[in-house]
Every structure is written in structure tokens, then in C-alpha cells.
């Protein structure tokens, strides 16, 4: 009877155990996408591009990207679309929102300024970034 009593709290120790371990890899993956390097859509990223298209794609793909610049027209073709120029790249990127954005998005302006998240996708005619989020509206200081 007692060696079934130590079985039993052993195979209780170990599945507790290992239940807080799996818990603890869950928050450790949560906190380093939280804490993935933002980068910034700048003059740095067209000269990467400019030099080496196969590089800047392993270094740029699929990471985080801040956009600034003014808003210089909206479309809605696959879902809710800003299109940005950044002056630093003296180019046009494409935010791509989520469906469930587009009130957000509905509420901003031709011109306005405004910074933009979202994850780079690829750069053909322009740079294209998707699962975009408003970060800024500086829509008080353009006016």
C-alpha cells in the first residue's frame, strides 16, 4: 500500500512538473515576440535591398517594421489598404489591415501623418507590409 502511495505522488510530481515547464516555454515564446526588435522603414533597408535583394529578404522577411510618413491614398482590394510615403526611402509603402480594422482605418485622412506597424512582406514596386495596426494618429499635428 505505501510503495502504491509513493507511485502515485511520483507520477504526481513529475506530470506537475512537466505541465510547468511546457507553461513556462509558453510565456518565454510570448515574451520574445513582445520583445522582437521593431525595425524602422528607413534609408538602412533600401540600401540592404539596393546591395543585396537575397540578403535584405532573409534579414527583413516576416519581421516587424515601423512605418512613418503621410498617408497619400486608401484602397480596399483584399482588404483595407493605406498607402504610405515614407521620406526617408522617398518611396510608397502598402499597409495591409485586417478586415476588422477597416472602421480604423475609415477614420483617417488623405495627408495625415501617421505611424504604422506591421510585418514585411516583400518589396516589388513598392513595400509591402501585412497585419498592419495604427500605432500614432498625428492627425492633430497636420492640421
Request: hydrophobic share 35%; proline share 2%.
Amino acid at each position: 500500500m505505501k510503495t502504491k502511495l509513493q507511485i502515485s505522488l511520483t507520477v504526481i510530481f513529475i506530470s506537475m512538473l512537466l505541465i510547468s515547464c511546457v507553461n513556462s516555454g509558453k510565456k518565454n515564446s510570448e515574451q520574445s515576440k513582445a520583445n522582437e526588435p521593431v525595425y524602422e522603414l528607413d534609408e538602412t533597408f533600401l540600401k540592404d535591398y539596393r546591395s543585396n535583394q537575397v540578403g535584405a529578404d532573409n534579414k527583413y522577411k516576416n519581421k516587424l517594421f515601423r512605418i512613418k510618413g503621410n498617408i497619400t491614398e486608401f484602397s480596399n482590394s483584399g482588404g483595407p489598404t493605406v498607402h504610405v510615403y515614407v521620406p526617408e526611402v522617398d518611396g510608397t509603402a502598402l499597409c495591409h489591415f485586417a478586415e476588422s480594422k477597416s472602421n480604423e482605418v475609415g477614420k483617417l485622412q488623405g495627408g495625415q501623418k501617421v505611424v504604422i506597424e506591421g510585418v514585411f512582406t516583400d518589396m516589388i514596386t513598392s513595400v509591402n507590409f501585412q497585419d498592419c495596426v495604427i500605432k500614432e494618429d498625428k492627425s492633430a499635428e497636420s492640421n
